[in-house]
């Protein structure tokens, strides 16, 4: 298995402003994963962190308004640039590790709040 | 990527009563995929079927994958309090995962 660890854990930001989050995991693994949960929704993914290169970004969204960093095989940031009230949600950060076949472990997530 | 789709959206049951959630996909799955998300939490996952009509069982719970790889189902006997929460399927292609909008499960005491 692999532990993930996000940051912030929680947030509440300003409208225009930009949030970066930070994910850790404790293993080397193959694939990062960023994802997005709105409130009382199903998880929808983001885009897949590629180690040193651009992220892959999913239909709806792109590199401007959520760049995505990955200098190295356990770590992975995702900035949420100029937030509205609509990008309130949990953000999900998410691994595979090469041993754990098609299972994906998510971080605690970071939720936040755009006022 | 094709949806799963996940019936019902929300279940209330009684302590005690069983529990069954639904995923649905028009094409064949390579593999299906559950996960338990609680109030407050993040998703854990909890099992990969693989197999047609594969079925596994932990404790209280029974996992189905249809013979023609394109339904599942888990089902909780005896609910109990700590059952509530949402669980979502997941279709997984080569990398990635695709939820199921998730049935939210509550368990009156």
């Known amino acids: 298995s692999a532990v993930i660890s996000q940051k912030p854990s929680r947030d509440i930001c300003q409208r225009g402003t930009s949030l970066t989050i930070q994910c850790q995991v404790d293993?080397?693994?193959?694939?990062m994963f960023w994802y997005r949960q709105q409130p009382g929704q199903s998880l929808t993914l983001i885009a897949t962190?590629?180690?040193?290169?651009?992220?892959?970004?999913e239909s709806g969204f792109v590199i401007d308004k959520f760049p995505i960093s990955r200098p190295n095989l356990t770590f992975s940031t995702l900035t949420v640039s100029n937030m509205s009230p609509e990008d309130s949600s949990i953000y999900l950060c998410?691994?595979?590790?090469?041993?754990?076949?098609?299972?994906?472990?998510f971080g605690e997530g970071s939720w936040l709040t755009v006022v | 990527g094709q949806q799963v789709m996940q019936i019902p959206q929300y279940q209330h049951v009684q302590e005690g009563e069983d529990f069954t959630t639904y995923c649905n996909s028009s094409?064949?799955?390579?593999?299906i995929q559950w996960y338990k998300q609680r109030p407050g939490g993040h998703p854990v996952f909890l099992i990969q079927?693989?197999?047609?009509?594969e079925v596994k069982k932990q404790k209280r719970l029974t996992f189905q994958f249809g013979e023609a790889k394109k339904n599942s189902s888990l089902h909780i006997t005896a609910t109990q309090t700590t059952d509530v929460g949402t669980y979502f399927c997941?279709?997984?292609?080569?990398?990635?995962?695709?939820f199921g909008k998730g049935t939210k499960l509550t368990v009156n005491p």
């Open positions: 998410s691994a595979r590790t090469g041993h754990s076949g098609n299972t994906i472990y």
């Open positions: 293993s080397q693994v193959t694939m």
């Open positions: 962190a590629n180690q040193g290169s651009e992220a892959t970004y």
């Open positions: 094409t064949t799955l390579s593999n």
């Open positions: 079927l693989v197999k047609s009509g």
């Open positions: 997941a279709r997984s292609g080569s990398e990635k995962l695709v």
